[in-house]
C-alpha cells in the first residue's frame, strides 16, 4: 500500500510531467494539501522529492516553483542519448548481442498509433521506450539507469513544447523510429548509428532556431 508520501509525490509529478502545472506555475503547499486531502508534511516531503530530480524549486515565504527545463539540459539528455545509442549498436556488432525487434515493433506501433489518436503523452512516452529498448541490447544495467535519470526531462520537455506549439508539426520520431527499426531488421546498423546521429543534429538546429533557451 503506497504511503501518502508516495501518493502526494506521484500525483504532483504526474501534473508537471503532463502540463497541469505548467513551468512558471507557483504551488501553495496549502492548496496541494487541500486538493490531495491530507496534511502540509507528506506534501513537504514529496515537494522535496521532486526538488532533488529537479522538477521544482522551493522558494522561500512563496511557495513552489515548477522550474522549466533548459536548453542546456536537453542538449545534455540528448546527447547522453546519442552516445548510448551508438553504444549499444556497437555492442550488438562487436559482441554479437542482438535487438529485440519484437519489443522494438511493439513500441514503434504504439508511437504510431498514438499519431491517429493525436495522443502526444503516449506517443512521447512510447518514442522514449523505443530508444530505452534499443539501449538494452548493450546488456549494461548501468547505462539503463543513465538513461532512466534523464528520459523524464526529455519527455516533460516534449509535452509542454508540444502545448506550447500547437502550430508546429509534431510526432518527427515516429518516421526516424520507423527507419530505425527498418535498419534494425536488415541489420543494417551503420545505417541505424546515421539516423541516430542525424536525428540528434537536426534536433539540435531546430532548438536553435526557435530561440530555445
Not at 6 to 13: F, L, Q, S, V
Not at 19 to 25: E, S
Not at 154 to 172: A, D, E, M, R
Amino acid at each position: 500500500m503506497s504511503s501518502l508520501v508516495d501518493i502526494a509525490y506521484n500525483k504532483i509529478r504526474e501534473n508537471i510531467m503532463t502540463g497541469i502545472y505548467m513551468p512558471g506555475t507557483l504551488l501553495s503547499e496549502n492548496e496541494l494539501a487541500e486538493l490531495l486531502n491530507m496534511s502540509r508534511t507528506p506534501i513537504r516531503s514529496a515537494i522535496s522529492r521532486l526538488e532533488t530530480e529537479g522538477f521544482v524549486s522551493s522558494l522561500k515565504n512563496r511557495g513552489i516553483f515548477v522550474k522549466e527545463i533548459s536548453f542546456k539540459e536537453i542538449l545534455d539528455a540528448m546527447e547522453v542519448f546519442l552516445f548510448l545509442e551508438e553504444f549499444s549498436v556497437d555492442s550488438v556488432t562487436e559482441k554479437g548481442l542482438a535487438f529485440n525487434i519484437e519489443e522494438l515493433k511493439t513500441y514503434l506501433d504504439q508511437q504510431l498509433a498514438a499519431e491517429v489518436e493525436d495522443d502526444y503523452p503516449s506517443y512521447v512516452h512510447s518514442s522514449m521506450m523505443f530508444t530505452r529498448s534499443m539501449i538494452t541490447a548493450a546488456n549494461n544495467q548501468r547505462m539503463l539507469q543513465i538513461m532512466d535519470s534523464v528520459k523524464d526531462k526529455l519527455i516533460h520537455f516534449g509535452i509542454i513544447n508540444w502545448k506550447l506549439t500547437p502550430h508546429q508539426k509534431h510526432y518527427s520520431a515516429n518516421l526516424l523510429n520507423k527507419a530505425v527499426y527498418e535498419a534494425v531488421c536488415t541489420e543494417n546498423y551503420a545505417e541505424v548509428k546515421r539516423l541516430c546521429k542525424e536525428a540528434y543534429w537536426k534536433n539540435r538546429e531546430r532548438f536553435i532556431r526557435s530561440g530555445i533557451q
